[in-house]
């Protein structure tokens, strides 16, 4: 059983950069592919990124591309999702995810984190 705990979550005015960071445990970091979803109030739940075990390879929500890096390290068991340039449309619950495909997890993550809160104010 892996257990996923993200942090870095906050407030933000609109144009500025917050860092989110998942710490993972319970398993073999390097086995399973990492990725990031969120949910705003009132939608469903949106896949923004995803990174293959190795970190070779990395897949973005229309969203999110061009302002958003997902990245991981394997020796700290964590991965990260930099995000610049955000907008109040980028407010919701953001959480960690974990796959044992280790290519990628766009849907169907087999484990979720808890969430973590980013606000954008405009």
């Known amino acids: 059983q892996v257990q996923l705990v993200e942090s870095g979550g906050g407030l933000v005015q609109a144009g500025g950069s917050l860092r989110l960071s998942c710490v993972a445990s319970?398993?073999?970091?390097?086995?399973?592919?990492m990725g990031w979803f969120r949910q705003a109030p009132g939608k469903e739940r949106e896949f923004v990124a995803t990174?293959?075990?190795?970190?070779?390879?990395?897949y973005y929500g229309d969203s999110v591309k061009g302002r958003f890096t997902i990245s991981r390290d394997n020796a700290r068991n964590t991965v990260y999702l930099q995000m610049n340039s955000l907008e109040p449309e980028d407010t919701a619950v953001y959480y960690c995810?974990?796959?044992?495909?280790?290519?990628?997890?766009?849907?169907?993550?087999?484990?979720w984190g808890q969430g973590t809160q980013v606000t954008v104010s405009s």
């Open positions: 995810v974990a796959d044992q495909s280790r290519v990628a997890v766009m849907s169907g993550p087999d484990y």
């Open positions: 319970g398993g073999t970091f390097s086995n399973y592919a």
């Open positions: 990174i293959t075990w190795s970190g070779g390879n990395t």
